[in-house]
Each structure stands twice: as C-alpha cells, then as structure tokens.
C-alpha cells in the first residue's frame, strides 16, 4: 500500500530549545561532534544549505543515512542555532515545538542492546508533517510528498488506535493562529487528495 516515499533512512535528534521545559540537569553538557566520532560509524558534518556546517552528519558511503540535529526556530533565529549544551550547530525549524509537546517513551531494539528514547505523539507528529508540507516551496515538491505520505501514514495509525487523538491536535495547531492554519489547510488538502489516489 505504502510507497517507497514514505520511507527515509534519517534519524532526527530534537533539542526543547528555550520553547520548551525539559527534565534535564542546567549543567548537562555533551561535545556532539566527539559523541559522534567515537561511534566509529565514519559519519561526517554536512554543510546546511546556506553553506556553513552544523546541524547534521552524514555517511559518505552511504548518502541517504544522515543525522539531522534539530530545534524550533524563534522569532529573529538563522537557519542553524548553536546549543551550549552540546557545543553544537543545530537545524532550527519553524513550528517544530508542536511536535515537542505531548512526547511519549519508546523502547529502541537492536540485536544486542536497548535503550529509552522519547518520541512525538503520532497525531502531533502527523499534523506538524502537514504544517511543514504547506510550508515548502515549489522547489521542494519531492520532500513535501514525502511529508504528506508520511502524515497520511500516522493519521491512518491514530485513527485505528487512538481515536480523537487526531482531531485534538488539529484543533491546537488551528488555534495558534493564521499561519498555522494557513500551512495546515495546505497540507490537509494535500493529504486528502492523496489518500483518494491510494485507495
């Protein structure tokens, strides 16, 4: 049913930023690029699209697997946000604190070993991929497809496991205001239109 689209090889890490309350002791701190390098995997930063370098790692033998490292964007904040707490550049992204809120637990499994990891609701997740789909340019048609499949996956989801929980979160993003709303009918529309060639 679902096309190759809707599938990526990118693993995002979020930072709160100052948007949001996180449990974390103030004086954590991290050196990103050294926790990096000692996995030993042969990652390397990347140069973002205004051609400075920070906010994400990729596999030069393997271009598709990158690291993005990510934050909401603030009022009058570039494209890449230094956070002192892991002496790191990371990718700021508009409307990213909705996908923040409501984060739920979730257990990673790999053949040897397992860790805790904090996840986005699906419903958030899902409406936020919507927003950013309204919010992509013309040039960005391919990665504005791939957002509306991977929402239309999500709702999909939630509304056979979590009912309601789709329609709450369109009725906060609705209620920040014209722009959320504007982005959101965009990729709404988008969606729908979507699902009716898929089914």
């Known amino acids: 049913r679902w096309s190759d689209g809707s599938r990526t090889q990118d693993l995002d890490f979020a930072d709160a930023g100052r ?110 991929k919507l927003i950013v789909a309204g919010l992509r340019r013309a040039a960005e048609r391919t990665k504005a497809s791939q957002d509306v499949q991977q929402a239309a996956m999500l709702y999909e989801w939630v509304h056979n496991h979590e009912a309601g929980a789709w329609d709450d979160a369109l009725k906060d993003a609705r209620s920040r205001g014209p722009t959320w709303r504007a982005h959101l009918d965009t990729g709404l529309a988008q969606m729908h239109a979507w699902l009716g060639v898929a089914q």
């Open 19 to 128: 948007h949001l309350q996180v449990a974390l002791a103030t004086d954590a701190t991290l050196d990103l690029g050294d926790a990096i390098e000692s996995l030993g995997m042969g990652f390397v930063p990347a140069s973002s699209l205004s051609g400075t370098r920070g906010g994400r790692w990729v596999h030069p033998r393997e271009p598709g697997f990158v690291l993005d490292f990510l934050t909401p964007m603030g009022r009058g904040e570039q494209e890449l946000v230094h956070v002192k707490a892991f002496n790191a550049d990371f990718q700021a992204l508009r409307f990213m604190e909705f996908s923040l809120q409501d984060i739920e637990s979730s257990a990673v499994f790999t053949r040897t070993q397992a860790c805790l990891v904090n996840v986005p609701h699906p419903a958030r997740m899902g409406v936020h």
